[in-house]
């Protein structure tokens, strides 16, 4: 009989990928096919908001997959489920169909998706003849399972990181990687023919791109499948890890890898990633070594740490902040700050680059990404989760774990002049992003309405800040104070 491996949008590539490959074992013991689904839900991209970016990325990732696992004789296909709670159902009716043994998937860590595989377990026990296994794949260290002495998973960063480090160091074994599948006999592609002919689905009415040339633009920036993402990695090594302690946070120096969409939507395993730092960084453990190299693998270790919060605090991806008092806040319905925050005509040049960022190349530095969501949370006092939908609606990396916990609101706010006067100290960023002001000389590029005279400004044609920051920063602090207070 035959075996299955249901890929999701957090696993689409053959590296290094531990349900496929233990489907993958398990056909080869049986002596049946090894078979490959995913499910397509236009429903679910509604629901999540995945920008046109992100779901095109994600089909031309599933083209290449397709095409390679065809030359390995693994159909690869291609299962749209029209409503969004029918999804095990149409599992079942796959596995029944094409004669499943066992079906293999990578565990995802949402609310939904875990009921979801919850309610696969359910249907599978209720059946002899086929079981089920759910692997940890999207991290090093399985979320939820590093805990403090007291024994419960850690909440504080620093001493989860420590502890990453600890037991990576100790068990060198927890990056190794696992081959990718070595196919069926050619007589799979008779035996499976229409499989092999279900084609990649064309992107819904709702996802798509302003215009070809737009589309044409996104794919260039973010050239689809692993080979692509292995490339960029390769190149991150050769040319700006060295400098990345130094200059990760200065958006005008591109200093970071833009790896987030092949991690996000596991176009990359985070294991190889890893080991082929650690060979770069001429096998010295993850926690020493070159800056760059340990500063870098740090942010990994980010996005692992925010997967274990996504574990212990589950109500983070059903629309709550993870601090339950933040739900209590009474936000402002501002509709013109909002649209001005959007459009990236808030007054504020630093904010208004990242925005135009974000919506030209589907992607936002990380520096940016805090400021922005600072100032639509506080200073606008938006509620922050209508700008994290806005996130994931543009953003090619959306990935649910990190989002929520970037948006997490908290007394903190930047100073948007300031940060950019530290981190773009050049004004180089600003003037790429905001043309009006790429003639503004000198420091006066930072806050043009307040440092340029009033008609040098005015032929500007750039808007007036939309709020004062002393003053909106103030009411902000004064409003989570009494709505927490009150919680
Ligand atoms: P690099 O600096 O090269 O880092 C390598 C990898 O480490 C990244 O690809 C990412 O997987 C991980 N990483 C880096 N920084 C962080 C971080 N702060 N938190 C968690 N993981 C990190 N990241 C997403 O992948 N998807 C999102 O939807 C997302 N939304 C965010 C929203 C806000 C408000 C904030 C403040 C941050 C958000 N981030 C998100 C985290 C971070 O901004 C991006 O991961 C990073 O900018 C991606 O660029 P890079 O791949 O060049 O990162």
Same mark, same amino acid.
């Given at each position: 009989r035959n075996v299955l491996h249901w890929f999701r949008s957090k696993d689409i590539r053959q590296e290094d990928n531990k349900g496929l490959h233990a489907a993958a074992q398990k056909a080869k013991e049986g002596g049946g096919s090894l078979i490959s689904m995913y499910l397509f839900s236009p429903k679910d991209m509604e629901w999540h908001g995945t920008s046109p970016a992100r779901s095109d990325f994600i089909l031309e990732c599933l083209r290449i997959l397709k095409s390679q696992l065809e030359e390995k004789n693994i159909p690869l296909a291609i299962i749209t489920a +029209? +409503?969004?709670?029918?999804k095990t159902d149409k599992v079942m009716q796959f596995a029944k169909e094409n004669d499943i043994s066992h079906i293999f998937a990578n565990m995802e860590y949402e609310v939904d998706e875990l009921r979801r595989d919850v309610d696969l377990a359910k249907k599978v026990q209720g059946q002899s003849d086929i079981s089920l296994d759910v692997l940890h794949d999207q991290t090093v260290i399985v979320p939820g399972? /590093?805990?403090?002495g007291a024994g419960g998973?850690?909440?504080v960063f620093t001493r989860y990181y420590n502890d990453w480090l600890a037991i990576t160091k100790k068990?060198?074994? $927890?990056i190794d990687t696992c081959p990718p599948p070595e196919g069926n006999d050619k007589s799979a592609k008779q035996a499976h023919q229409k499989l092999f002919d279900s084609t990649i689905p064309t992107l819904p009415e709702s996802k798509q791109f302003g215009s070809d040339k737009e589309r044409d633009q996104i794919r260039k920036l973010w050239p689809a499948g692993n080979k692509a993402g292995m490339q960029r990695h390769a190149d991150f090594l050769k040319h700006k890890i060295a400098n990345y302690a130094a200059n990760?946070? +200065?958006a005008a120096l591109d200093p970071? @890898?833009?790896l987030s969409p092949y991690f996000s939507s596991g176009i990359v395993s985070v294991r190889e990633i890893l080991r082929n730092t650690q060979k770069f960084n001429q096998?010295? #453990? /993850?926690? @020493?070594?070159d800056a760059g190299v340990v500063s870098w693998v740090r942010e990994i270790v980010f996005r692992e740490f925010y997967r274990q919060v996504t574990v212990i605090t589950p109500h983070t991806s059903m629309? /709550?902040?993870?601090? $339950?008092?933040? #739900?209590f806040v009474h936000w402002e319905d501002d509709e013109e700050g909002w649209k001005k925050w959007c459009e990236g005509r808030t007054g504020i040049p630093f904010i208004d680059a990242g925005m135009r960022q974000l919506n030209t190349e589907a992607y936002m530095h990380n520096r940016l990404r805090m400021n922005t969501a600072s100032y639509l949370r506080a200073?606008? /006092?938006? #509620?922050?989760r209508i700008g994290e939908r806005y996130f994931a609606e543009h953003l090619? #990396?959306?990935?649910m774990s990190n989002n929520t916990q970037g948006w997490e609101p908290s007394y903190t706010v930047f100073n948007p002049v300031i940060q950019a006067e530290k981190h773009d100290p050049n004004g180089d960023f600003i003037r790429k992003w905001v043309p009006e002001l790429a003639g503004v000389k000198g420091?006066?590029?930072?806050m043009p309405s307040e440092r340029l005279g009033k008609r040098e400004f005015e032929k500007l044609g750039y808007p007036l800040p939309h709020v004062e920051f002393k003053e909106s920063s103030a009411r902000a602090k004064a409003r989570y104070k009494q709505d927490l207070a009150s919680a």
């Open positions: +029209e +409503e969004r709670g029918n399972s /590093l805990c403090t998973p850690h909440k068990k060198p074994n $927890l990760r946070s +200065e970071s @890898s833009r096998g010295k #453990d /993850l926690a @020493s070594g629309n /709550l902040p993870q601090n $339950l008092k933040f #739900d200073n606008f /006092l938006i #509620d922050y090619i #990396d959306w990935d420091k006066a590029v930072f």
